[in-house]
């Protein structure tokens, strides 16, 4: 089936928005013109291992990469390694990793496709498992794959020549790992690969390899890392400097405002489609003072949250963060707590307060709004505690429960609470 194709000039300027490395770039131009007159699309693809169930921002990165060639009309494959995801990438760790088994591998794969096609477009998709060929592979088929290969080329990876320096165990699996994936890019007949810049090295050996038996060799497209919301290390759900693309919109929303100035624009680049020349220019007016780097901000925060929950919800997030953090006002919905008098006491679900009338700390404490009494008044001696909008910085203060009544709350910046007492 052959297809039109947009000129080249045209499809590198798309493809090389945000791009870290293209090796060899003289090699890409050089097979999308070849597309380009024979109307037969590339075959680009992405190996991901499901080592964990969920997908952040810090994922998406390559990701989008991979639409971006579907989107000019290449085959996106999408390979999950569900075999080599029992081995383990060795890249960036600096001790051997722990095996998963087949049963956790396949409950990740399945939620990683649920996920992945919220930007992927599924009909377009070629889906693939490197179980197909590599649970296929015999002793003898190892051992002539490790003949292609020498291990002083291999050692030369960082990672390993660094636990080499500090007396740090290597398993012999872990050199494996970039032959046997390079099988995948063999099988697939593969025109381009993608990856982070950390898989560089897995790139390059798939690329050598694919040479040694006899294909053209792929080219490899490294994408940056992207950095957490703290601006300094990689996004990382370990780390906590994270945004997950199933979190609700408001959490997205609010952790995409948090980050810096500066880091925002390395995520305009690497998470939305907003042209080089456009974002250029939107920079300049920033630095111009012509527009506010919160303004734009939210703009960013709203553009990723739409890509994952839809146009509707992200204006519904930037509504209640306008509501909630430069407006100071409370959420239109928030959690309750109810409370209850009788005989002269007030009560919760869980038991007796006591007296109609305690301090909040200690009410705060006793509805494990806070960790203890201490804390609770240190929050409040700070300035952090609100009561249906006005400060509340004695921590002598007491809650007045002798009536029927409703209480907004505000714990620290981002913590809202209603009170009801009926």
């Not at 097979?31 to 964990?52: C, H, I, M, Q």
């Not at 390694?81 to 600096?94: E, H, K, L, N």
């Not at 939620?111 to 992945?116: E, G, N, P």
């Not at 925002?264 to 007016?285: C, G, I, K, N, Q």
Request: hydrophobic share 40%; aromatic share 8%; proline share 5%.
């Amino acid at each position: 089936m052959t297809q039109a194709f947009q000129p080249v000039d045209a499809q590198l300027e798309y493809i090389g928005k945000g791009v870290a490395e293209i090796i060899p770039e003289t090699e890409l131009r050089e097979k999308l013109e070849t597309s380009r007159k024979s109307g037969k699309p590339l075959r680009v693809y992405l190996g991901v291992d499901p080592t964990a169930p969920d997908i952040h921002l810090g994922h998406t990165v390559v990701l989008r990469k991979l639409k971006h060639f579907q989107d000019l009309g290449h085959t996106a494959i999408f390979l999950i390694g569900d075999f080599s995801a029992m081995i383990g990438d060795p890249t960036g760790q600096s001790e051997t990793r722990p095996p998963l088994s087949r049963e956790e591998v396949d409950a990740n794969s399945k939620t990683y496709l649920a996920q992945v096609f919220k930007i992927l477009d599924q009909q377009k998709t070629e889906v693939r498992y490197n179980s197909e060929w590599l649970d296929k592979q015999s002793s003898y088929d190892i051992v002539r794959l490790c003949g292609r290969y020498r291990l002083a080329r291999m050692l030369e990876r960082e990672d390993f020549r660094s636990r080499l320096e500090k007396g740090q165990p290597i398993s012999v699996h872990e050199l494996l790992y970039p032959l046997l994936t390079a099988l995948d890019a063999v099988n697939l007949k593969t025109d381009v690969e993608l990856g982070a810049t950390e898989q560089k090295f897995n790139l390059l050996v798939h690329r050598e390899i694919q040479r040694e038996y006899g294909l053209p060799g792929e080219v490899a497209l490294t994408m940056p890392i992207l950095v957490g919301l703290d601006g300094q290390r990689k996004m990382s759900k370990s780390l906590g400097n994270y945004v997950g693309i199933t979190e609700p919109p408001d959490a997205m929303f609010g952790k995409l405002m948090s980050i810096s100035d500066e880091l925002m624009w390395s995520y305009y680049d690497l998470l939305t489609d907003v042209p080089v020349a456009e974002l250029l220019a939107l920079r300049a007016a920033v630095e111009r003072g012509v527009r506010h780097p919160m303004e734009v901000k939210m703009e960013l925060a709203a553009r990723i949250v739409a890509d994952f929950h839809g146009a509707k919800a992200a204006a519904q997030a930037a509504e209640q963060f306008q509501r909630v953090f430069r407006d100071r006002a409370a959420p239109a919905e928030m959690p309750e707590i109810r409370l209850f008098r009788r005989n002269g006491s007030l009560e919760h679900a869980e038991g007796v307060i006591g007296t109609l009338t305690p301090k909040w700390c200690q009410l705060l404490a006793y509805l494990r709004q806070s960790e203890s009494v201490a804390v609770a008044t240190r929050l409040i001696e700070q300035g952090g505690f609100e009561v249906n909008n006005r400060l509340v910085d004695d921590p002598a203060a007491r809650f007045d429960g002798s009536a029927p009544g409703s209480y907004d709350l505000r714990l620290g910046k981002k913590k809202y609470l209603r009170l009801i007492v009926e």
